[in-house]
């Protein structure tokens, strides 16, 4: 069966056939990792007292990876799969299966001092008053340049960006098989040829790109907890 990528449906493939939310396919980079970014923006803001919501956790590597260092970690994804995995990774974080949307799991209630998105639902920033302690931030990054719904969705729920980060590095597939696989996890059989025109010798040349923003609540827009 052919899947739709992004779907609830192909990130359980994912996790099921690779453990968790990973590219199937090899690539690699010619220059710093755009994410790098959005790691040192989080690093910066942790710390004992820190109670952290994460939007979107896959199967929870950056909830291993951070959330020891924040006072509390808690997180949700829309795929049951992954979200049984990141609890397996990340034990002492608090997980649950959530779309953003709907009611907001008594767990995930919060309030929290810093919102995070890894690649994860733009559709949190709409939840942000409901979940947010005053003088919270909100950090994400995503995998486009031109990601509109982010500043225009920030700006209906009253926050104010702070920073914004736009990055495009040189990446390259570096095998033949590697993009074969990419078409079809990717449902786009006719880039295929796209190999046998443009690669060379050490692969397919494309553009890593990321989109990072850091934002916080506006004067106005603060809860009482």
Known sequence: ???IPHSREWYARLARELGGYRHPW???LDGPDPELTFDALLTE?????VRVLEGGCGHGPDAARFGPLAGRWAAFDAVPELVAQARVNAPHADVHEWNAKGEVPPDLRGPFDLIVSRRGPTSVILRLPELA???AEFLYVGPRLDVPQVPERLAAVGWEVRGEWRVSVRARVPTRQDWATRCEWMNE????PEWDTHAGPDG???REERYVVLASQSSS?????
């Open 1 to 3: 069966m052919t899947l």
């Open 221 to 225: 827009a603060s809860n009482p907890e």
């Open 133 to 135: 302690a005053p003088g």
């Open 45 to 49: 803001r942790l710390g004992p007292a």
């Open 204 to 206: 397919l040349p494309y």
């Open 26 to 28: 090899a690539r690699v």
């Open 189 to 192: 059989p006719e880039r295929l």
